[in-house]
Nanobody
Framework: QVQLVESGGGLVQPGGSLRLSCAASGNINSINAMGWYRQAAGKERELVAL???????RYVDHVKGRFTISRDNAKNTVYLQLHNLKPADTAVYYC????????????????WGQGTQVTVSS
Protein backbone atom coordinates (compact mmCIF):
# COMPACT_ATOMS: atom_id res chain seq x y z
CA GLN A 1 0.00 0.00 0.00
CA VAL A 2 1.15 3.53 -0.84
CA GLN A 3 0.04 6.76 0.78
CA LEU A 4 0.44 10.09 -1.04
CA VAL A 5 0.14 13.54 0.51
CA GLU A 6 0.27 16.69 -1.63
CA SER A 7 1.11 20.20 -0.52
CA GLY A 8 2.12 23.56 -1.98
CA GLY A 9 -1.05 24.74 -3.68
CA GLY A 10 -2.48 28.19 -3.23
CA LEU A 11 -3.47 31.45 -4.88
CA VAL A 12 -0.97 33.03 -7.27
CA GLN A 13 -1.08 35.85 -9.83
CA PRO A 14 -0.70 35.17 -13.56
CA GLY A 15 2.95 34.74 -14.43
CA GLY A 16 3.77 33.53 -10.94
CA SER A 17 5.27 30.28 -9.72
CA LEU A 18 4.49 27.49 -7.28
CA ARG A 19 6.14 24.24 -6.29
CA LEU A 20 3.90 21.31 -5.49
CA SER A 21 5.20 18.45 -3.35
CA CYS A 22 3.99 14.87 -3.01
CA ALA A 23 5.35 12.82 -0.12
CA ALA A 24 5.03 9.06 -0.52
CA SER A 25 5.04 6.47 2.24
CA GLY A 26 4.34 2.77 2.56
CA ASN A 27 5.56 0.32 -0.08
CA ILE A 28 7.47 2.91 -2.08
CA ASN A 29 9.71 0.29 -3.72
CA SER A 30 6.65 -1.01 -5.57
CA ILE A 31 6.18 2.25 -7.51
CA ASN A 32 6.80 2.06 -11.26
CA ALA A 33 5.96 5.66 -12.08
CA MET A 34 4.55 8.77 -10.48
CA GLY A 35 2.67 11.62 -12.04
CA TRP A 36 0.68 14.76 -11.53
CA TYR A 37 -2.88 15.06 -12.76
CA ARG A 38 -5.18 18.05 -12.62
CA GLN A 39 -8.91 18.57 -12.82
CA ALA A 40 -10.46 21.95 -13.49
CA ALA A 41 -14.05 22.72 -12.55
CA GLY A 42 -16.39 21.04 -15.01
CA LYS A 43 -13.53 19.30 -16.84
CA GLU A 44 -12.16 15.77 -16.93
CA ARG A 45 -9.03 14.88 -15.04
CA GLU A 46 -5.91 15.02 -17.23
CA LEU A 47 -2.34 13.83 -16.85
CA VAL A 48 0.05 16.79 -16.97
CA ALA A 49 3.43 15.25 -16.06
CA LEU A 50 4.91 11.80 -15.51
CA UNK A 51 8.23 10.50 -14.19
CA UNK A 52 9.31 6.85 -14.27
CA UNK A 53 11.62 4.86 -12.04
CA UNK A 54 14.29 5.46 -14.69
CA UNK A 55 13.78 9.25 -14.39
CA UNK A 56 12.23 9.54 -17.84
CA UNK A 57 9.72 12.41 -17.98
CA ARG A 58 6.76 13.33 -20.18
CA TYR A 59 4.47 16.36 -20.28
CA VAL A 60 1.22 17.31 -21.86
CA ASP A 61 1.85 19.74 -24.73
CA HIS A 62 0.34 22.87 -23.22
CA VAL A 63 2.55 22.78 -20.10
CA LYS A 64 5.86 21.96 -21.81
CA GLY A 65 8.48 24.57 -21.01
CA ARG A 66 6.54 25.84 -17.99
CA PHE A 67 6.22 22.80 -15.69
CA THR A 68 9.00 20.52 -14.44
CA ILE A 69 8.53 17.21 -12.66
CA SER A 70 11.32 15.82 -10.50
CA ARG A 71 11.85 13.32 -7.72
CA ASP A 72 14.05 13.05 -4.65
CA ASN A 73 14.36 9.38 -3.72
CA ALA A 74 16.11 10.15 -0.44
CA LYS A 75 13.03 12.10 0.68
CA ASN A 76 10.48 9.83 -1.06
CA THR A 77 9.05 12.95 -2.67
CA VAL A 78 8.05 14.00 -6.17
CA TYR A 79 7.76 17.68 -7.11
CA LEU A 80 6.01 19.69 -9.76
CA GLN A 81 7.55 23.11 -10.36
CA LEU A 82 5.05 25.47 -11.98
CA HIS A 83 6.31 28.58 -13.80
CA ASN A 84 4.56 31.29 -15.79
CA LEU A 85 1.19 30.21 -14.47
CA LYS A 86 -1.92 31.09 -16.43
CA PRO A 87 -5.58 31.28 -15.36
CA ALA A 88 -6.18 28.13 -17.43
CA ASP A 89 -3.88 26.26 -15.03
CA THR A 90 -6.42 26.70 -12.23
CA ALA A 91 -7.38 23.22 -11.04
CA VAL A 92 -7.07 20.69 -8.27
CA TYR A 93 -3.73 18.96 -8.72
CA TYR A 94 -3.46 15.29 -7.74
CA CYS A 95 -0.42 13.13 -7.15
CA UNK A 96 -0.64 9.60 -8.53
CA UNK A 97 1.45 6.45 -8.31
CA UNK A 98 1.37 3.28 -10.39
CA UNK A 99 2.56 0.33 -8.34
CA UNK A 100 3.32 -3.30 -9.14
CA UNK A 101 2.33 -5.59 -6.28
CA UNK A 102 3.39 -9.26 -6.41
CA UNK A 103 1.88 -10.53 -3.16
CA UNK A 104 -0.87 -13.09 -3.88
CA UNK A 105 -0.14 -12.76 -7.59
CA UNK A 106 1.00 -9.79 -9.66
CA UNK A 107 -1.31 -6.81 -9.90
CA UNK A 108 -1.05 -3.14 -10.85
CA UNK A 109 -2.58 -0.71 -8.37
CA UNK A 110 -3.27 3.01 -8.58
CA UNK A 111 -2.91 5.32 -5.59
CA TRP A 112 -4.06 8.92 -5.36
CA GLY A 113 -3.39 11.82 -3.07
CA GLN A 114 -6.14 14.03 -1.72
CA GLY A 115 -5.40 16.90 -4.11
CA THR A 116 -4.19 20.46 -3.66
CA GLN A 117 -5.91 23.52 -5.12
CA VAL A 118 -4.01 25.83 -7.47
CA THR A 119 -5.78 29.08 -8.31
CA VAL A 120 -4.27 31.57 -10.78
CA SER A 121 -5.98 34.94 -10.64
CA SER A 122 -5.15 38.64 -10.45
Amino acid sequence: QVQLVESGGGLVQPGGSLRLSCAASGNINSINAMGWYRQAAGKERELVALITSGFSTRYVDHVKGRFTISRDNAKNTVYLQLHNLKPADTAVYYCHSNSLMIHNGPKILDYWGQGTQVTVSS
